[in-house]
């Protein structure tokens, strides 16, 4: 029997130069009208909605206000459509700062958050986030398990496999990306989805007319297979498609074979051998310690 979602994922339409949070919001709320009248089961804002293009010093002394404002803003619109919403925003917690995606159930409240936990190396300069988190949490929602990473965790295909092994069937990415880089950020994103038989959703922000090493946009929904079901371009807009969560590859297999291997990811999932894959945590130490003796 399926089951069918409907997601949608926003490319917003940012200047290319400073910006307000209130102008944000007011541009968050033209989005959410849109989206909202397409009576979808989930939507995923862009990274660090509504700091983007704001001033860092604005960022540094208004943290608590904007986590304040987005929360608020996210449980109205998620009360009025229904669905679920991931806002990525700032977060104040115990002193440090986060790079945080909440996740709003239909009734408003908060289900859960998940921490940026690989930050870019100039995070700080650009949004005042000082602080990784450092757990991965799935999400059980009313049509299935979802998982939420953050740009550049797109980069370390652990995070994927992790989700995968924990059970989610829709990851989300909410970013903050440029291009050129485009064809190697989504061919990575694709592979999240092939290598963990996940759904991969894209949410991204874009300035127009679009150019290289501008504000790509892109904001997609990717199938099993890697292709896309829904795609904006490098425009402002949203992109929505239904997904089907019971969706696999039958194996062609036979008997007891395809008794213990039904799908492509029951094969991935059960042939795996995660006792020789010691040496990633190994070389990672390795490496931070060397790291840190250079620094």
């Known amino acids: 029997m399926a089951r069918n979602v409907k997601v949608s994922t926003v ?99 908060i289900l859960g958050k998940y921490r940026k936990t690989h930050l870019a190396p100039e995070e700080k300069n650009f949004f005042c986030v000082d602080t990784p988190g450092d757990t991965y949490p799935v999400f059980e929602t009313d049509f299935g398990k979802i998982a939420i990473m953050t740009c550049m965790d797109v980069h370390y295909p652990e995070v994927a496999r992790i989700y995968a092994l924990e059970g ?44 290289p090493g501008k504000l790509m946009g892109r904001a997609a929904i990717i199938g099993l297979d890697g292709k896309y079901r829904a795609d904006t371009g490098n425009r402002p807009g949203v992109a929505t498609a239904v997904v089907d969560l019971d969706e696999g590859y039958e194996m062609w297999y036979t008997g007891d074979i395809k008794m213990r291997f039904p799908t492509l990811r029951d094969t991935f999932m059960k042939t795996r051998r995660p006792e020789t894959y010691g040496k990633i945590c190994e070389r990672g130490c390795k490496v931070t310690a060397n790291r840190r003796d250079q620094i």
Request: glycine content about 6%; some cysteine.
């Open 11 to 109: 490319s917003f339409l940012t200047s290319e130069g400073s910006t307000t949070v209130e102008a944000n919001m007011i541009e968050g709320d033209r989005i959410i009208e849109l989206v909202l009248a397409a009576k979808p089961d989930i939507v995923c804002f862009p990274e660090l909605f509504p700091i983007v293009n704001v001033c860092k010093g604005e960022i540094g002394k208004r943290a608590e206000e904007i986590q304040r404002m987005t929360l608020e803003w996210a449980s109205k619109r998620a009360r009025q459509g229904h669905t679920y919403l991931i806002v990525p925003t700032l977060e104040e917690a115990a002193g440090h700062l986060y790079n945080t995606a909440f996740l709003i159930d239909r009734r408003g409240d």
């Open 168 to 211: 989610a069937e829709i990851l989300f990415w909410p970013t903050v990306a440029y291009g050129p880089t485009e064809e190697f950020l989504h061919i990575a994103l694709r592979s999240r989805a092939i290598d963990n038989q996940l759904f991969c959703v894209a949410s991204n922000y874009v300035n127009v007319p679009y150019l």
